[in-house]
């Protein structure tokens, strides 16, 4: 059974740092790209930030360049979101999402349904 726990989230004020964790269980972690989502009540889920099963490929939203590092430590099978000079436009729900199959060199994609694997969420909320 496969499951992608999110933890980290919580309040902070604006220009503050969060650093989100996302621990993989139950799959071939290194077969996967991760990737952090996030979404607020009535608005479109946005992929923030991704990352390849080697870490040398990355995609960040332009919302979070500069602000924004994913990064994944395979021998833990648990990805990251650091998170600096946060802004209250930055506060939703994250989720991690996993994309891949065990044999196939995952791309990245910005696409939910592209994505086999969701975590529950964790909330950050950044305070003016």
């Known amino acids: 059974q496969v499951q992608l726990v999110e933890s980290g989230g919580r309040l902070v004020q604006a220009g503050g740092s969060l650093r989100l964790s996302c621990a993989a269980s139950?799959?071939?972690?290194?077969?996967?790209?991760m990737a952090w989502s996030r979404q607020t009540p009535g608005q479109e889920r946005e992929f923030v930030a991704a990352?390849?099963?080697?870490?040398?490929?990355?995609y960040y939203a332009d919302s979070v360049k500069g602000r924004f590092t994913i990064s994944r430590d395979n021998a833990k099978n648990t990805v990251y979101l650091q998170m600096n000079s946060l802004k209250p436009e930055d506060t939703a729900e994250y989720y991690c999402?996993?994309?891949?199959?065990?044999?196939?060199?995952?791309?990245?994609?910005?696409?939910?349904?592209?994505?086999?694997?969701w975590g529950q969420g964790t909330q950050v909320s950044v305070s003016s």
């Open positions: 990352v390849t099963w080697t870490g040398g490929d990355t």
């Open positions: 139950g799959l071939t972690f290194s077969a996967y790209v």
């Open positions: 999402a996993a994309r891949g199959r065990p044999g196939m060199l995952a791309t990245i994609k910005l696409s939910a349904p592209e994505y086999n694997y």
